[in-house]
Every structure is written in C-alpha cells, then in structure tokens.
C-alpha cells in the first residue's frame, strides 16, 4: 500500500522560509513523478510544483516560480518543497503527490500539512 506523509509545515511570518518534506513508502518510486499541490480556505485546489522520477524535469506554477524549490532525495522516495520569500497567499493545506508525471492530477495523495502565512 502506498503511503505519502507529509512534514514541515507551520506557522511563519511573510518574507519567511519554510522546509516541507514528503516520505514515501509501498513501492519503489524512482519511476514515480512527484507532486506538490496546495489548498487554500474556500479555493479549489491547485497545482504548485512537479518534479519527474530522475528529477531531470520540473514545473512550477507561477505564482511561486522563482520562491520555491522543488527537490528529490537520493533514493529518490523523499521529496522536499523549498519555500522561501513566502507570502499570506500562500496559506494552504500543501498535499505531496506521486504517479505519472502531471500539472493536474496524480494517483496517490498523502494527507497534508498546513501552512501559514502571516502578515
């Protein structure tokens, strides 16, 4: 069974930085792209950045182009979210992803860790 868990969210203040981590355990996902999604109160959730099973390729939406990070480990079943230069907006429930490469959906989702952002 396949099981993504989420860490690092928290509180922070605006122009701060924030680490968030996704491990990743059932199966062996160096063939598997990975995902970060996020969902702010009272709005669809939405795209943030992507990262492919060699982590050769990634996209970002563009709102957080230029702030945040997206990054594999070594064995390629942990992923990390750098965040920097954060903002209110960012105030999100931040959801890690994992299957075949995409900007929209994924097959495995893990539970989510919140994220805020204070003026």
């Known amino acids: 069974q396949v099981q993504l868990v989420e860490s690092g969210g928290g509180l922070v203040q605006a122009g701060g930085s924030l680490r968030l981590s996704c491990a990743a355990s059932?199966?062996?996902?160096?063939?598997?792209?990975m995902g970060w999604f996020r969902q702010a109160p009272g709005k669809e959730r939405e795209f943030v950045a992507a990262?492919?099973?060699?982590?050769?390729?990634?996209d970002y939406a563009d709102s957080v182009k230029g702030r945040f990070t997206i990054s594999r480990g070594n064995a390629k079943n942990t992923m990390y979210l750098q965040m920097n230069s954060l903002k209110p907006e960012d105030t999100a429930v931040y959801y890690c992803?994992?299957?075949?490469?995409?900007?929209?959906?994924?097959?495995?989702w893990g539970q989510g860790t919140q994220v805020t952002v204070s003026s």
């Open positions: 059932g199966r062996t996902f160096i063939n598997y792209a």
């Open positions: 990262i492919s099973g060699s982590g050769g390729r990634t």
């Open positions: 992803t994992a299957g075949s490469y995409s900007l929209t959906s994924y097959d495995y």
